[in-house]
């Protein structure tokens, strides 16, 4: 939801640092998978009761998701680029979730997987969306320059960092934050499902 007015802000900055990594031989690619290795290292230190430890490696992996599209502006946007940005994303969307209930099973797996379940709901819906958008020619820049075209809703990349760092500061909470956030998304991927037809049925 608040995606767009937190890219004018953010934007500028990360292509600045995106020029001057790229002109240091630094590729997107690479920063991409640095970011996913993050991405995974914060989940399994939250799978091993360590979330502050996690909270810092999702910083990193935000840090890097914002950088690699700096550098590719910078220098060269490819589709080898834009897939690896997407897929290292949900997975690790997926895998901080599930660090969350490999650390406490009794507690957290219920919502765990509710919360999981409409991440897979709303990601289905943009996915799904973004592939007949290409094939239809439609293209937005409203969150900033993307491989996809990017449907939003009302829980974006903002809204899950924002539960993913409340998350880890009150990781004995994550069962209750984690119904809250996966109503949200829910919501969110009925709102997309509306909005994509809606779409798709004016382009006919």
Not at 46 to 57: H, K, S
Not at 85 to 113: H, Q
Not at 157 to 185: P, R, S, Y
């Amino acid at each position: 939801m608040f995606d767009a007015y937190l890219r004018r802000k953010i934007d500028p900055p990360l292509d600045a640092a995106g020029k001057r990594l790229s002109r240091a031989g630094i590729s997107a690619n690479t920063i991409t998978l640095a970011g996913f290795a993050a991405g995974i290292a914060a989940a399994t230190a939250i799978a091993l009761g360590a979330p502050l430890v996690g909270l810092a490696l999702i910083v990193l992996n935000r840090l890097a998701d914002g950088l690699d599209g700096a550098i590719a502006r910078a220098s060269e946007r490819t589709d080898l680029g834009g897939y690896l940005d997407i897929v290292c994303d949900f997975l690790v969307y997926g895998a901080i979730p599930f660090g969350f209930v490999l650390a406490d099973p009794d507690a957290n797996a219920l919502a765990g997987a509710a919360l999981l379940a409409s991440f897979y709901a709303s990601g289905s819906t943009f996915l799904a969306f973004s592939t007949l958008a290409e094939k239809r020619g439609l293209s937005t820049s409203a969150q900033g320059v993307k491989s996809l075209y990017y449907l939003g809703g009302i829980a974006e990349g903002a809204e899950t960092i924002v539960f993913f760092v409340v998350a880890c500061l009150f990781a004995d909470h994550f069962a209750i934050l984690a119904w809250v956030f996966a109503t949200i998304c829910t919501f969110s991927a009925l709102m997309r499902l509306i909005n994509g037809a809606l779409m798709l049925r004016a382009q006919r």
